[in-house]
């Protein structure tokens, strides 16, 4: 197996709301971040408000990004990121539609790992995902959505 970690973990861990190092799946796991993680984290050090702001938003990302291995958005990601995002517009679920966590899916789904985010809510549309949650509340269980994927040919 293996684990992506979603952007919500890494801004919950800057922020102090949790520690990574408590996380038993990161110890056990071989771990990765989805390309698009990596967009998100540098878009919010460029919307850093002060200059210390900035410097520590960039420091924690680049450390993020000089020790965990980044997963491309290649073809095979793009065509299962197409099906889930079809799949999403054709059941009406525009209002609840993050192309950023079906991208993230859409990476997990053709890895064959699953994914570590404080948010379930976020990824339980998407059809075959995997999700493991770090907090207690959510009891800490890997939760697979209820229906499976299967990619048109």
């Known amino acids: 197996m293996g684990l992506i970690i979603d952007t919500n973990v890494f801004i919950d861990a800057e922020n102090g709301r949790l520690e990574l190092g408590a996380i038993p799946v990161l110890q056990t796991e071989p771990v ?3 390309a698009i ?3 998100e984290m540098l878009a919010g050090v460029k919307l850093a ?3 210390e702001e900035y410097m520590h938003r960039h420091t924690y990302a680049e450390s993020i990004l000089s020790t965990i291995p ?3 958005f290649d073809t095979e990601v793009a065509r ?3 099906e889930l995002y079809a799949q999403a517009l054709g059941q009406q679920r525009r209002s609840n539609l993050n192309v950023h966590d ?3 899916a859409a990476t997990a789904l053709v ?3 699953s994914i570590l985010t404080t948010n ?3 990824f339980k549309a998407v059809p075959g995902v995997k999700l493991i949650s770090p907090y207690p509340s959510q009891n800490n269980t890997i939760h697979e959505t209820q229906a499976s994927y299967t990619p048109n040919a």
Do not use: E, H, M, R
Request: aromatic letters at 12%; charged letters at 15%; zero cysteines.
């Open 32 to 34: 990765f971040i989805a």
């Open 37 to 39: 993680t990596v967009a």
């Open 49 to 51: 408000k002060t200059p």
């Open 70 to 72: 980044v997963l491309d």
């Open 80 to 82: 299962t990121y197409a």
């Open 102 to 104: 079906l991208q993230i």
């Open 111 to 113: 890895q064959g790992y």
């Open 120 to 122: 379930v809510d976020d």
